[in-house]
C-alpha cells in the first residue's frame, strides 16, 4: 500500500461545469476525510466517513457539493455548477481512528481544481 | 473563527540553529495537537504529536511544548537543516477532527 492516492492531482474547468475527484486511501484505514486548501491557509475540514457513513459535515460543504463513499473503501467528491470561488486544492486523508491518543491523519498529495 | 492561530507567516533560520515555530489555541476541548510538515506539490506529512496531558513531546531533531494555561504551543527543530525548509502546520484535534492553524513557512539557510 503506497499511502492516499487522489486524482486527478489538477483540473481546470469552466465555471458552471461539475467536477470529481477521487481518493482512494490506505486500505486499512476505517476513516476518511475531506478537506479543502487555498491560498495562504491551512487545510480547512469538510466533511468525513466512517467505513461507509458520512458522519460529520461542515457547513462550507454547500449543497453543490456531495461525498460518496459508497463501499467503505474508495471515496469521490463531487462539486456541481463550479463558481470560480471553488477553486482551491483538495486534500483527501484517511487515519485508523483509535479511541484515545491522536488521530493521526495521512494526506493525499491533493487534486488542484481551477475554475476559470 | 479561527481556533489555530499561527502569528508567524514565515521564519529564515540558519542551517544548525535552532527553529521555533509557534501555535495558539482558543478552544479548550482539544484534547490532542499535531504538527504536519508540507512540500511544494505534497499533501501535509504528519511529523509529531502531543497529548493535552503532557508538557514535552520529543522525537530526533523535532520537540514540541505544550503549555495548557497559555493555550500555547511550539515545535523546536534543532539543530535546523535546509531539508526542513518546508510550510509548517499546527493542528488541534478533538474526537474525530483536526482543526489547523494557517501554517508558518521555515526556510532554512546553508
Known amino acids: 500500500d503506497t499511502g492516499v492516492s487522489q486524482d486527478p492531482r489538477h483540473k481546470i474547468t469552466k465555471r458552471g461545469q461539475n467536477v470529481t475527484f477521487r481518493c482512494d486511501p490506505i486500505?486499512?484505514?476505517?476513516?476518511l476525510y475531506w478537506y479543502r486548501q487555498t491560498l495562504g491557509q491551512g487545510p480547512e475540514f469538510l466533511t468525513y466517513?466512517?467505513?461507509?457513513?458520512?458522519?460529520?459535515k461542515s457547513r462550507l460543504l454547500s449543497d453543490r457539493f456531495s461525498a460518496e463513499r459508497p463501499k467503505g473503501s474508495f471515496s469521490t467528491l463531487e462539486i456541481q455548477r463550479t463558481e470560480q470561488g471553488d477553486s482551491a486544492m483538495y486534500l483527501c486523508?484517511?487515519?485508523?481512528?483509535?479511541?484515545?491518543?491522536?488521530?493521526?491523519?495521512?494526506f493525499g498529495a491533493g487534486s488542484r481544481l481551477t475554475v476559470l | 473563527d479561527q481556533q489555530v492561530k499561527q502569528n508567524s507567516p514565515s521564519l529564515s533560520v540558519q542551517e544548525g540553529r535552532i527553529s521555533i515555530l509557534n501555535c495558539d489555541y482558543t478552544?479548550?476541548?482539544?484534547?490532542?495537537f499535531l504538527w504536519y510538515k508540507k512540500y511544494p506539490a505534497e499533501g501535509p506529512t504528519f511529523l509529531i504529536s502531543?497529548?493535552?496531558?503532557?508538557d514535552k513531546n520529543e522525537d530526533g531533531r523535532f520537540t514540541v511544548f505544550l503549555n495548557k494555561s497559555a493555550k500555547h504551543l511550539s515545535l523546536h527543530i534543532v539543530p535546523s537543516q535546509p531539508g526542513d525548509s518546508a510550510v509548517y502546520f499546527c493542528?488541534?484535534?478533538?474526537?474525530?477532527?483536526?482543526?489547523f492553524g494557517a501554517g508558518t513557512i521555515l526556510r532554512v539557510k546553508s
Open positions: 493542528a488541534a484535534g478533538y474526537g474525530n477532527k483536526l482543526v
Open positions: 478552544n479548550s476541548m482539544f484534547d490532542y
Open positions: 486523508a484517511s487515519s485508523l481512528g483509535t479511541r484515545s491518543g491522536a488521530n493521526v491523519l495521512t
Open positions: 502531543i497529548s493535552s496531558i503532557k
Open positions: 466517513f466512517q467505513n461507509e457513513a458520512q458522519l460529520e
Open positions: 486500505s486499512e484505514h476505517n476513516r
